[in-house]
């Protein structure tokens, strides 16, 4: 059911309205962040549309029609997204049982934790061969439901040859055809293909309802959940998956570089960015990174705001800090400053050793205004 879905009122209202005035568009572009539900809303709508026992404009989660969606296995529903370029029959049966294996796990995965995408190994896109596909499969009125719906996660990876050919099945689809596509990149859409669909926009969400999920849903404590819910910027599903992974781990890495500055314990610093340098795990640095914003950010909080602290779970290491070092606001926000552009260089391939080494050791230095 809608309800599910956190934070998207607008977004839904929208869709139940079209639905409950008879308006329902055929073509609909969901656009708007990663991690916030656009492809969860757009199996609700599918539910939603072809439920027999609809209510409020919404699907009952119980009739055989909404399970079989939940199961991916309802005869009228199309789910399309991007693999590697597989072998595949023209009536779009996997050749190799490894390929066939990987769309096996990355559905598994789907349904079982949404939020964490599974991964293939290639790259990959969606292929004219795909939407060929689609476009003979939708000549067929649906065999139990109402409508015959396609759903299409990540449209933009439509290679440009399979963009080009949907546009005729965008431009007259069946009537009882149903057409969503997601997108986190609505600049890479065609724009003759944006301009076919009844753009639904979906927004980040607050960071108070993802700390509230993450209590409610994931059992995560309250500090961690608040921490995790400042950093995931509106992501939810970053938030779901960060409070399942090391991130205890990584904040704790964090504060120890924080122990090192508050110590001028060089060694400790030259061991952190050594450390960082073998292993170049740049996924690791960016959370340190984002950790450490955080950090200096309630810094700013400690004197003119501390309701904001978001490490309300050290309150005390902060306040040793500020003691230690008292720093101006605008001297906190140089810091914070260096970081984020660090943050931004390490999405360039630039020169991974020297903004380590360079990050860590300016944090040191404009600390100490050496
Ligand atoms: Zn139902």
Redesign the pocket.
């Known amino acids: 059911m809608f309800s599910n879905i956190k934070d998207q009122k607008k977004a839904i209202n929208s869709l139940k309205q079209l639905i409950s005035a008879g308006k329902e568009a055929q073509s609909y572009l969901f656009y708007g962040p990663r991690g916030v539900g656009k492809l969860t809303t757009a199996f609700e709508f599918a539910?939603a549309v072809n439920?027999?026992?609809?209510n409020d404009y919404d699907?009952?989660?119980?009739?055989s029609?909404?399970i079989k969606i939940d199961h991916l296995t309802h005869p009228d529903i199309d789910f399309v997204f991007p693999t590697p370029k597989f072998d595949v029959t023209y009536e779009g049966e996997y050749k190799k049982e490894n390929e066939q294996a990987q769309v096996q796990n990355f559905i598994k995965q789907l349904k079982s934790t949404p939020f964490n995408r599974y991964k293939f190994s290639k790259a990959t896109s969606i292929q004219i061969d795909t939407i060929r596909r689609l476009e003979r499969k939708i000549l067929f009125k649906p065999a139990e439901g109402k409508n015959h719906i396609i759903i299409i996660a990540e449209a933009d990876e439509m290679t440009r040859q399979a963009a080009n050919a949907f546009l005729k099945t965008l431009e007259e689809p069946p009537y009882y055809a149903i057409i969503i596509l997601t997108t986190t990149k609505f600049s890479s859409l065609l724009p003759t293909i944006i301009s076919r669909c009844q753009k639904v926009r979906f927004n980040s969400i607050a960071p108070e309802v993802i700390e509230k999920h993450l209590i409610e849903g994931y059992n995560v404590d309250e500090a961690q959940a608040k921490i995790i819910s400042r950093i995931s910027n509106g992501d939810m599903a970053k938030a779901i998956l960060m409070s399942k992974e090391q991130q205890i781990e990584t904040r704790e890495m964090a504060l120890d570089f924080v122990d090192f500055i508050m110590n001028k314990d060089f060694e400790g610093i030259h061991n952190f960015s050594d450390n960082f340098v073998q292993n170049r795990n740049e996924e690791l640095l960016r959370d340190i990174f984002d950790f450490l914003i955080l950090w200096f950010g309630d810094l700013l909080y400690l004197s003119s705001n501390p309701s904001r602290i978001v490490n309300i779970d050290q309150k005390e290491k902060l306040q040793n800090f500020n003691q230690i070092r008292q720093l101006s606001n605008k001297e906190i926000q140089e810091i914070i400053l260096l970081i984020e552009q660090s943050k931004n260089l390490l999405a360039g391939h630039i020169n991974f050793e020297l903004i380590v080494i360079d990050t860590f050791y300016h944090i040191y230095n404009r600390v100490y205004s050496v």
Request: glycine share 8%.
């Open positions: 539910k439920c027999p026992n609809q699907g009952c989660d119980k009739c029609s909404c």
